[in-house]
């Protein structure tokens, strides 16, 4: 049965649900050549094609795109920005702790230039630099906050531990028993305008971006890799693969990253007296501790974007039918209404699910094809809004040789991702650990046990 809350919901993302959605570019017809060729253009294609025009203003720089700009995971996600490139301070220090001071300088630099090229490309995508909010939904995860805390202020981050009192000032969830309060360099966005004012910008320094043209072929030929499209042809001395989990015809990229679905809900705009129920007057993005976490932030117009089901589908479709059936989204109605239970009256406008990039490492990666022609940049894990800037700028660096860039000398270049296992092996896996999220936090056994032996592995959870 249908929850009363769906009862006019459209199931397609809200952040494209825009009249503020760009005409569509031409799709790629005939030969020609480029100095770099970019497949995709989600976050990371776009930043790539941008920062390769810029460095070389000479040079031919294309861009082909399946669908349309933003349509992919792009487009789908709850917008939240973090300093992070690394999916948090922490799983810096589990994968690769010898580099945190680096990693951390780098991921502010990253989020000072997103800041910068925002306001030099006049880029409006409803912004606000307001920081994020991780609250403890049970009591003995509030240790686990003060470890954080500690972690951070260790590395310089302006952060507040808040106790139950204080969480529930910011945000009143019953659920809340304290949180972390980042402050500085983080905050939220709107996905699908950050993409469209990034392919405006790519077009305005001169990338030529063609859309509806799906890579259906890559050959080596010589000196040259030669991209195949439906009605199109074009050849390269270099190649840069900002596909994410879509296939391409590279076996071992598909070996690296993993497609498993996440699903997120629009409410309807908030009316000021439902806002003034739930506070939320510094309209902090926040995450919670479950295993099977939620994560939710406010957008311009005071709706509720609150997500956090992670599902898996064999095949790996990047948007499955599922995502379209009200059932697959009953859990995360009876999490939003247990997190805001005074919001018994709203309804949901949207629903939707978009693809992550989970890889082994839980952090972008790039890794070298066709003998550096190309490179492959993903493995974002959930965590690719703005991380997306840094990954370009890495994979070009790769690509390039430019050997004295400062993450070239890091582990974070210069070590690639485990395989995760293919097939049923991981279909498998996918649908017990994800089976084991729901209720590990209060029934344990089991569950509990399958989730440390994952994390014993290597994996991020």
Same mark, same amino acid.
């Given at each position: 049965?249908?929850?009363?809350?769906?009862?006019?919901?459209?199931?397609?993302?809200?952040?494209?649900?825009?009249?503020?959605?760009?005409?569509?570019?031409?799709?790629?017809?005939?030969?020609?050549?480029?100095?770099?060729?970019?497949?995709?253009?989600?976050?990371?294609?776009?930043?790539?094609?941008?920062?390769?025009?810029?460095?070389?203003?000479?040079?031919?720089?294309?861009?082909?795109?399946?669908?349309?700009? +933003?349509?992919?995971?792009?487009? /789908?996600?709850?917008? @939240?920005?973090?300093?992070?490139?690394?999916? *948090? #301070?922490?799983? &810096? !220090?589990?994968?690769?702790?010898?580099?945190?001071?680096?990693?951390?300088?780098?991921?502010?630099?990253?989020?000072?230039?997103?800041?910068?090229?925002?306001?030099?490309?006049?880029?409006?995508?409803?912004?606000?630099?307001?920081?994020?909010?991780?609250?403890?939904?049970?009591?003995?995860?509030?240790?686990?906050?003060?470890?954080?805390?500690?972690?951070?202020?260790?590395?310089?981050?302006?952060?507040?531990?808040?106790?139950?009192?204080?969480?529930?000032?910011?945000?009143?969830?019953?659920?809340?028993?304290? +949180?972390?309060?980042?402050?500085? /360099?983080?905050?939220? @966005?709107?996905?699908?305008?950050?993409?469209? *004012? #990034?392919?405006? &910008? !790519?077009?305005?320094?001169?990338?030529?971006?063609?859309?509806?043209?799906?890579?259906?072929?890559?050959?080596?030929?010589?000196?040259?890799?030669?991209?195949?499209?439906?009605?199109?042809?074009?050849?390269?001395?270099?190649?840069?693969?900002?596909?994410?989990?879509?296939?391409?015809?590279?076996?071992?990229?598909?070996?690296?990253?993993?497609?498993?679905?996440?699903?997120?809900?629009?409410?309807?705009?908030?009316?000021?007296?439902?806002?003034?129920?739930?506070?939320?007057?510094?309209?902090?993005?926040?995450?919670?501790?479950?295993?099977?976490?939620?994560?939710?932030?406010?957008?311009?117009?005071?709706?509720?974007?609150?997500?956090?089901?992670?599902?898996?589908?064999?095949?790996?479709?990047?948007?499955?039918?599922?995502?379209?059936?009200?059932?697959?989204?009953?859990?995360?109605?009876?999490?939003?209404?247990?997190?805001?239970?005074?919001?018994?009256?709203?309804?949901?406008?949207?629903?939707?699910?978009?693809?992550?990039?989970?890889?082994?490492?839980?952090?972008?990666?790039?890794?070298?094809?066709?003998?550096?022609?190309?490179?492959?940049?993903?493995?974002?894990?959930?965590?690719?809004?703005?991380?997306?800037?840094?990954?370009?700028?890495?994979?070009?660096?790769?690509?390039?040789?430019?050997?004295?860039?400062?993450?070239?000398?890091?582990?974070?270049?210069?070590?690639?991702?485990?395989?995760?296992?293919?097939?049923?092996?991981?279909?498998?896996?996918?649908?017990?650990?994800?089976?084991?999220?729901?209720?590990?936090?209060?029934?344990?056994?089991?569950?509990?046990?399958?989730?440390?032996?994952?994390?014993?592995?290597?994996?991020?959870?």
């Amino acid at each position: 049965m249908t929850h009363p809350a769906f009862a006019n919901t459209r199931f397609f993302p809200f952040w494209l649900d825009s009249p503020a959605a760009p005409a569509v570019e031409p799709e790629l017809r005939g030969e020609r050549r480029a100095g770099v060729v970019v497949i995709g253009g989600g976050f990371t294609g776009l930043w790539a094609a941008i920062q390769a025009k810029e460095a070389d203003p000479r040079q031919e720089v294309v861009l082909i795109e399946a669908g349309k700009v +933003a349509h992919g995971a792009s487009g /789908r996600p709850c917008g @939240i920005i973090s300093t992070s490139i690394m999916h *948090g #301070l922490a799983n &810096a !220090a589990r994968v690769f702790p010898k580099d945190i001071d680096q990693l951390e300088e780098l991921g502010r630099l990253n989020l000072d230039g997103f800041q910068r090229d925002l306001e030099r490309f006049g880029i409006d995508a409803d912004v606000e630099w307001n920081g994020e909010l991780t609250a403890a939904i049970e009591p003995g995860h509030v240790d686990v906050l003060r470890e954080d805390y500690e972690l951070h202020l260790e590395h310089g981050h302006d952060m507040l531990l808040l106790d139950a009192g204080e969480a529930r000032a910011q945000i009143d969830s019953p659920l809340f028993h304290g +949180a972390l309060w980042g402050r500085q /360099r983080s905050g939220t @966005i709107h996905p699908a305008k950050l993409a469209w *004012g #990034l392919k405006a &910008a !790519a077009l305005k320094v001169g990338v030529k971006l063609y859309e509806n043209s799906p890579l259906e072929r890559i050959v080596e030929e010589g000196q040259d890799l030669v991209l195949h499209t439906p009605v199109g042809v074009v050849r390269t001395a270099r190649a840069f693969f900002a596909t994410g989990c879509a296939k391409v015809g590279i076996g071992d990229i598909n070996r690296r990253v993993m497609n498993v679905q996440d699903h997120i809900m629009a409410t309807e705009p908030l009316t000021a007296e439902q806002l003034a129920r739930v506070g939320w007057q510094n309209r902090q993005g926040f995450y919670d501790t479950r295993t099977q976490l939620n994560y939710g932030r406010l957008t311009k117009d005071n709706r509720i974007i609150f997500g956090g089901s992670v599902t898996y589908h064999y095949g790996e479709h990047t948007d499955p039918d599922e995502n379209r059936r009200p059932e697959t989204y009953a859990g995360l109605v009876d999490a939003f209404f247990k997190t805001f239970p005074q919001l018994h009256d709203v309804k949901f406008s949207h629903a939707w699910g978009g693809p992550i990039d989970y890889c082994s490492r839980g952090s972008v990666f790039v890794t070298r094809y066709f003998g550096g022609k190309a490179v492959f940049v993903a493995g974002y894990t959930g965590f690719g809004v703005a991380a997306s800037r840094f990954g370009a700028t890495m994979g070009l660096n790769t690509l390039f040789g430019r050997k004295d860039a400062p993450e070239q000398k890091l582990d974070i270049a210069r070590k690639g991702t485990a395989w995760i296992p293919p097939g049923i092996l991981r279909w498998l896996g996918a649908k017990i650990t994800f089976i084991a999220f729901d209720g590990a936090d209060a029934e344990g056994g089991w569950k509990r046990a399958w989730i440390k032996s994952v994390k014993a592995l290597g994996f991020p959870m």
